[in-house]
């Protein structure tokens, strides 16, 4: 752990923000098995609250591993600390006043918890919202648009989650879709009733 630094609180507070840019921050933590359906449901999300004129940006497993995580592989522990810093940086993302939109796999219970407490302890506390993206393991191993799930059958892959490593799903989600049973623009909706009825966004 770094030494001999010191926080710098910022001149505006997150109230203060808020009032001037007319909108709250939050993140909305979308977590399911590959091929599930969180990027094509946050990118139709990203591009409904656009619509709205409200300012979100989307966070994508696949891409932050070309950039800030790139240096990560998918073992236990480097999975975990893709996890930590997705939290991180999605926490600053919302105390910008942006509808943060995370589609990671995020297999393990206990680090979807941490970027929950990231977001519960800071002060005030910035709204989390866990957002399950449903669908049995037949279904996204039919879907398997990349191929993945095929090569973790064959032994290409390994700690592949659902196949060769595991996925804990959310005990008590904010929000359970279950994509075999909803399409892209049903799933959106759900997700947008839940922001406006808790005040997030503009009914």
């Not at 997705?86 to 219970?109: D, K, M, N």
Request: with cysteine; glycine share 6%.
């Amino acid at each position: 752990m770094a030494t001999n630094i010191t926080f710098h609180p910022g001149a505006v507070m997150q109230d203060e923000r808020a009032e001037h840019l007319g909108q709250k921050g939050a993140t909305i933590w979308l977590t399911g098995l590959s091929a599930s359906g969180k990027s094509t449901i946050a990118t139709a999300l990203e591009q409904h609250l656009l619509h709205k004129k409200l300012h979100s940006y989307r966070l994508d497993g696949d891409n932050i591993r070309f950039g800030l995580n790139k240096d990560l592989g998918f073992d236990q522990a480097s999975r975990v600390e893709n996890i930590r810093r997705i939290g991180e940086v999605s926490l600053l993302f919302s105390l910008s006043c942006s509808i943060t939109l995370t589609a990671f796999i995020s297999p393990y219970i206990s680090d979807r918890d941490l970027a929950r407490s990231l977001h519960e302890k800071h002060s005030p506390p910035i709204p989390f919202i866990e957002v399950f993206v449903d669908a049995p393991l037949d279904v996204v191993e039919q879907r398997d648009p990349k191929g993945l799930y095929k090569k973790a059958r064959a032994g290409e892959i390994k700690d592949f989650t659902g196949v060769s490593a595991p996925y804990e799903a959310p005990a008590k989600p904010e929000i359970h879709i279950r994509t075999d049973e909803v399409d892209v623009k049903g799933a959106v909706a759900i997700i947008v009733e839940y922001l406006e009825k808790q005040g997030l966004i503009p009914a």
